[in-house]
């Protein structure tokens, strides 16, 4: 069986490490710190604050504490606050360790497309180009096909791009790859999953 | 010198001309200069390009501007809130410039600190360095993003002391520092001015030099994505 959402968002959770500073993007990135077990994680949202907490009970919501997707949420013992330069100084600086993040394509040479598609609504990229440029390491964390049942691992990407060269590792329903020299490599497969059957749904040159 | 005002349209009396740029504060609804904003609405300024992350929502912020189609361009980083926005956009009525979030803090940020342009990583290789001058630096490559210099900030503050010190209060801070600092003139908007001496100064957010004139006011403070968790879930 491939994983599901929340089997995957367990399986990106393995990838934060003890003591670091993480942004967690919208969509299944959000589920990851439900996992993140014993290990001290700081959150940061880069509208502004670092230590973001769980979502408020009902009837605490403050409007001056949202997180990037503008939900209410609450602050933690830790928590700093800081304005919008400051914080994507944080980002472009290379102090955050990590960004997990969905996307709409992902290619062998670890380009990211998940902000745009042409003719179609554009909102526009928020943080996303600058997290991906910044950060120490880029997690994609996404289903593995679209909902037509095409790849969305590709040799190259069709969409307008978020960051050239930027992916470091691809978490989908299928496994787990590494972007290396030449192409992906498999780093696991989803139970149930057999490498026939991730090659099968990959366009992208495995090495 | 006294920078209090009486009401939000005292506070930009002579400073609003048609076809003018102004930088915003604000994320989503969020620390939005909301009485400014509606008192510019008021005055029916025209053909405004606005430098702010986010467009508002249809009757909230930036939004009530482009009801009454006062907005040429917007200079943002996402503005899917809005479908207003979105029609003017798609039938060609108004401009839209995105920058990435980080870019867009950064040209704020270094055109009030005197500093016109600046390279970045962010958007290398893709259609935000398109047209742009790129330069290698230790064997990594950067685009030349410039500062921003705006005609009026327009922002809201917590809380003000009586010669422009500033704090901010939770996430409400966002933009509204580079977007203070950006603008030839300043207007804040807080929900209280305290006496000078009463804030604590190794604690300012933003220092008066960079306000002009400020005005006390209620605001509506509206939530964007009201979410919350239930105490059951919690136990």
């Known amino acids: 069986m491939p994983w599901d959402r929340n089997q995957m968002a367990e399986r990106a959770a393995q990838e934060l490490e003890d003591g670091t500073y993480v942004n967690l993007g919208i969509g299944i990135p959000t589920l990851v710190s439900n996992y993140v077990g014993d290990k001290d994680i700081t959150l940061q949202s880069e509208n502004g604050m670092l230590g973001m907490g ?54 062998e040479n670890g380009d990211l497309a998940n902000w745009m598609i042409p003719g179609k609504l554009v909102k ?54 590494d972007v290396v020299e030449g192409g992906l490599k498999i780093v696991e497969l989803a139970d149930g999953v057999t490498e026939a059957d991730l090659r099968a749904a990959t366009e992208a040159t495995i090495v | 010198m006294n920078k209090i005002y009486g009401s939000a349209a005292e506070a930009l009396d002579g400073l609003l001309f048609d076809g003018m740029f102004i930088a915003s504060g604000g994320f989503g609804l969020c620390g939005i200069p909301e009485l400014l904003l509606d008192a510019i609405k008021q005055a029916g300024t025209k053909d ?10 249809d009757d909230f912020g930036i939004g009530i501007l482009l ?3 006062q907005v040429k361009k917007m200079i943002s980083s996402y503005v899917g809130e809005n479908k207003e926005f979105m029609r003017q956009y798609l039938s060609g009525e108004l401009e839209l410039e995105f920058n990435p979030q980080g870019t867009l803090a950064e ?47 327009i922002v809201k503050a917590w809380k003000a002391d009586e010669t422009g010190n500033l704090i901010f209060r939770k996430a409400a801070r966002n933009f ?19 006496p000078t001496g009463s804030l ?15 005005v006390q006011g209620e605001h509506e403070k509206r939530i964007e994505q009201r979410t919350v968790r239930s105490r059951e879930d919690a136990q």
């Open chain 1, 54 to 107: 769980p979502f408020p009970f009902e009837g605490d919501e403050d409007p001056d504490l949202i997180n990037a997707g503008k939900q209410t949420i609450t602050e933690l013992p830790r928590t700093a606050y800081f304005d919008s330069a400051t914080s994507f100084g944080m980002i472009r600086g290379g102090k955050i360790a990590a960004a997990i993040l969905g996307a709409m394509e992902v290619d």
């Open chain 1, 124 to 177: 526009g990229m928020g943080g996303a180009m600058d997290l991906v440029a910044g950060v120490q390491r880029v997690i994609v964390v996404m289903d593995h096909t679209n909902k037509a049942g095409e790849t969305k691992v590709l040799k190259k990407c069709t969409l307008p791009l978020t960051g050239a060269a930027v992916v470091d590792r691809i978490i989908t329903n299928l496994g787990v790859l």
């Open chain 2, 48 to 57: 405004l390009t606005f430098a702010s992350n986010n467009a508002g929502v």
């Open chain 2, 67 to 69: 009801q009454t189609k």
């Open chain 2, 107 to 153: 040209r704020m940020r270094a055109g009030g600190a005197g500093i016109p342009g600046f390279y970045t990583k962010t958007g290398v290789g893709t259609q935000v360095a398109e047209g742009k001058e790129h330069k290698d630096f230790n064997g990594e490559t950067f685009i030349l993003e410039t500062g921003m210099f705006a005609d009026l900030s």
């Open chain 2, 176 to 194: 509204n520092p580079p977007a203070a600092t950006c603008g030839k003139v300043c207007v804040v908007e807080v929900e209280e001015i305290v």
């Open chain 2, 200 to 214: 604590d100064p190794d604690n300012i957010h933003l220092p008066g030099v960079y306000v002009h004139r400020i």
